[in-house]
């Protein structure tokens, strides 16, 4: 069993910045693609980032190439989202998600039913 739990969120302003962390418990972390996704009101839950377990790939969705870095510290058992220029459109509560998959190389961003632990979330607020 893996417990993810994030932190970081909080309000800021349009150009500003936040990091978002994911710590996760148990040792398997390290074999684990992480995501982070995101679900505004009204709206399907978007995937934003995947990294892979080495941290060697990432990908993002289109609209946050730029301006959104993922990152990971296995010793941590902590995965990052560093998040800059934000915009009010990214307003919207952050999850994480592990696939417990070695292989799952990120090379694009999995579908939700292919994760099999998240997290509570993280809202994030953007203010014009």
């Known amino acids: 069993q893996v417990q993810l739990v994030e932190s970081g969120g909080g309000l800021v302003q349009a150009g500003g910045s936040l990091r978002l962390s994911c710590a996760a418990s148990?040792?398997?972390?390290?074999?684990?693609?992480m995501s982070w996704y995101r679900q505004a009101p009204g709206k399907e839950r978007e995937g934003v980032s995947c990294?892979?377990?080495?941290?060697?790939?990432?990908n993002y969705v289109d609209s946050v190439k730029g301006r959104f870095t993922a990152s990971r510290d296995n010793a941590k058992n902590t995965v990052y989202l560093q998040m800059s220029r934000l915009k009010p459109e990214d307003t919207a509560v952050y999850y994480c998600?592990?696939?417990?998959?070695?292989?799952?190389?990120?090379?694009?961003?999995?579908?939700?039913?292919?994760?099999?632990?998240w997290g509570q979330g993280t809202q994030v607020t953007v203010s014009s």
């Open positions: 998600a592990a696939l417990m998959d070695s292989f799952a190389t990120c090379a694009r961003i999995y579908d939700v039913s292919e994760y099999e632990y």
């Open positions: 148990g040792s398997i972390f390290s074999i684990a693609a």
């Open positions: 990294i892979s377990s080495s941290g060697g790939r990432t």
